[in-house]
């Protein structure tokens, strides 16, 4: 016995739903491989940009260097850096306040929400008052006035060469300078203007938490690295 179904023995309602699935089945598959794209070349970036921090941009070995060989006094300002000092450090800058902002755009096509695709800096005083916001139309310019106005220099290098691993990992991360208890932080964000004027440190949620361990861990590798 065989059994013989055409098109012409279809209702309408059939073959409207045939039709729907098959392009919700198509959307699906479309995202699917778009997001896929988007993670590994979100992947690469970040593993290219983490050699690149380690072989040329190390924001431990460039502060050692501020103090033991480009600073005249004890500041700690762009502007009373050797003339090589300062074209090391606006090199410096000149990398993560390019590399950073794509880094967070490129995450952002991987995450839940895609609108968050900006990068903002937070120089913080001791009452976590928000004393400067930098955000990438700002550049290298608007740090190096930070760095003088404040006198935060050695502050702002190591808390860009840390930046990197600790958006990467999804972990809250605030870095303080002991001498005047200024503190840099970040946020991801959909308008980079605007925002509140104070910024307290808060509870860290379960998920901070193992994304600092994470943090902690591939810093642990790093260094274990460098000894070899």
Excluded at 26 to 39: D, E, F, Q, R
């Amino acid at each position: 016995m065989r059994f013989i179904v055409g098109v012409g023995d279809w209702d309408l309602v059939t073959v409207i739903g045939i039709v729907v699935g098959a392009i919700v089945v198509i959307v699906i598959l479309a995202l699917l491989i778009n997001s896929g794209k988007y993670a590994a070349r979100y992947k690469n970036f970040y593993r290219k940009m983490d050699k690149t921090i380690n072989k040329r941009y190390n924001g431990n070995l460039l502060n050692e260097d501020i103090v033991n060989l480009y600073a005249k006094d004890q500041t700690n300002t762009y502007k009373t850096l050797r003339g090589k000092g300062k074209k090391k450090v606006k090199k410096y800058f000149d990398y993560y306040t390019k590399n950073i902002p794509e880094l967070v755009m490129l995450k952002s096509f991987t995450s839940s929400d895609k609108n968050k695709n900006q990068v903002v800096f937070l120089l913080l005083d001791e009452y976590d008052k928000v004393q400067y916001r930098w955000y990438s139309k700002r550049k290298t310019k608007g740090i190096i006035k930070t760095c003088d106005k404040y006198q935060v220099l050695t502050t702002f290098v190591g808390f860009l060469y840390e930046l990197p691993l600790n958006i990467h990992e999804d972990a809250p991360f605030r870095f303080t300078n002991h001498d005047n208890d200024y503190v840099l932080t970040y946020q991801i964000v959909k308008k980079v203007k605007g925002g509140k004027r104070k910024v307290k440190e808060k509870k860290l949620s379960k998920k901070e938490q193992k994304a600092l361990e994470r943090v902690q861990k591939a810093k642990d590798k790093k260094a274990r690295k460098q000894k070899r």
